[in-house]
Structure formats: structure tokens, C-alpha cells
């Protein structure tokens, strides 16, 4: 018998007092609810705790000294219960069938399902783009065969992915150089494939050509093939090296 799927959204806020209530009105509207909602502010200095607050029991709020964004995404792992867990940047919002899209393409053995984000303004006015834009031919073997090819491909920044819990229990927490997604979208295809929902939108972001620049400047890492690794991820070189970038290849 086929566990039931649960999903956790953990919601990170810094001084986003403007933005953080639009964020949890998202989750708390969809269509299949979110089995927890965690909202974790790291040490605001503006009205955030009192937004937060207004919402009652509807969230799980927890409210810490500012510690910065590793420190706070790990927290919010290390709380979750969900099997499937989104990290939802305070200022953006998912759109009210996320979830339900999510637990639909989701599978046990996937590392991770993402999806695309309409670019938003500041106001919350769409640019009239989305990112990552995915390919109508992406898929899970696409997607193998450009990380065996060039250890990447086309991934969203943090909103834009729900990761298994399978694969989070084996490689959290970390301590990467900038956040966590250009580490854990890099590493994923070694422990699961990845699933691009091709036709939706599932939300907004507000991304700024500084903050894709935070996500491309992860540090040179390495990685090891051997053959406790997925049938995938086995064709790469011994050790691949690789620099996070946002130029990433076109999907074949």
C-alpha cells in the first residue's frame, strides 16, 4: 500500500513585512492543502513578526536571532515532516494549484519535481517571462542526459522546486557558500531524477539579476561517481567539476 504523499512549505523571511503576507496567502489557498506550513523569520527588523502573527495556528512561526538563510533552511528541513518539502521565498507566491501539480508529478525515487515561475515586479505587476521557461521536450531523460553530459541543467532558483525528502535526508544540512538551491538542484540528479511540469505555471517570483547571481556563484565543488549511484548519474567522469551558472545549456 502506496504511503500518502505530504508536503511542507517552509516560508523564509528577512524584512519582507510587504511581501511575507501575500506568501502565505498562496500556500493557505491551495487546492490541495499543505499537510504543514512553517514560516521562519530570521530576525526582522520591520513589522514581519506582527504579520506573522496575525495568522494564528493556520502556520507554524518560529522567530529567531538573524542567522541568515543556510542556517534558517536548515532549520526548516530539520522541522518538517513532509516526504515532499517546498522552500518558498517570502517574496514570492505559489499559484493555487502548486501543490496539487506537485503531488500529481511527484513519485517515490524522484529527487525533486520543479516547475516554472512568472517573473514579477516589485508591485507584483508579471514581466511578461517566466523562468526558467522550461523546453516542451524536457523531461526526466533530457535532464539525465545533460548532467551526465555537462554535470548541470536547467533549473529553477529556490521557489521554483519541491524536494523530495528521500534525497534531503542524505545530503542536509549544508553549509553552502551563498543558499541552498544552486547546491541541492546541482546534486539531485545523483540521487533521484528530476521532474519538469512542463505546462504550468506554478507561481511568481521576484528575480533579480542580483539574486541569480548569488545562486551562479556556488563554489567549485566535486562530486564522485561510483556505482552506489543511480543508473544516471554513472556515465559521468570519475570527478566532475563545476561552477553554479544561470547561462545553462540548451536541453537537446
Known amino acids: 500500500m502506496q504511503t500518502r504523499t505530504t508536503i511542507s512549505v517552509i516560508i523564509t523571511n528577512y524584512n519582507y513585512e510587504r511581501y511575507i503576507g501575500s506568501a502565505i496567502d498562496s500556500v493557505i489557498a491551495q487546492t490541495r492543502p499543505a499537510d504543514e506550513i512553517i514560516v521562519i523569520d530570521d530576525g526582522s527588523t520591520d513589522r514581519s513578526r506582527e504579520r506573522i502573527e496575525a495568522y494564528g495556528d493556520k502556520v507554524r512561526a518560529i522567530f529567531q536571532p538573524n542567522q541568515g538563510i543556510k542556517v534558517i533552511s536548515n532549520t526548516g528541513y530539520r522541522i518538517s515532516n513532509g516526504s515532499v518539502v517546498l522552500y518558498l521565498d517570502a517574496d514570492d507566491r505559489l499559484y493555487p494549484t502548486a501543490l496539487e501539480l506537485v503531488e500529481q508529478a511527484y513519485r517515490p525515487g524522484v529527487a525533486k519535481v520543479q516547475y516554472d515561475l512568472d517573473v514579477v515586479d516589485e508591485f507584483g505587476n508579471p514581466a511578461g517571462r517566466r ?30 522546486n519541491a524536494y523530495a525528502r528521500e534525497f534531503l535526508s542524505r545530503v542536509m544540512p549544508l553549509t553552502p557558500p551563498e543558499s541552498h538551491d544552486g547546491v541541492l538542484n546541482t546534486i539531485a540528479p545523483l540521487y533521484g531524477p528530476e521532474i519538469s511540469v512542463e505546462a504550468a505555471k506554478m507561481g511568481a517570483g521576484r528575480i533579480s539579476l542580483i539574486s541569480l547571481a548569488a545562486s551562479a556563484s556556488e563554489s567549485r565543488n566535486s562530486i564522485s561517481c561510483d556505482s552506489t549511484q543511480p543508473r544516471w548519474a554513472q556515465s559521468c567522469p570519475t570527478t566532475i567539476s563545476w561552477t553554479t551558472s544561470w547561462y545553462l545549456p540548451t536541453i537537446a
Not at 526558467?132 to 553530459?149: G, I, L, P
Open 131 to 160: 523562468f526558467c521557461n522550461f523546453s516542451t521536450h524536457m523531461n526526466e531523460e533530457s535532464t539525465a542526459r545533460s548532467f551526465a553530459r555537462t554535470a548541470t541543467y536547467v533549473w529553477p532558483v529556490t521557489s521554483g
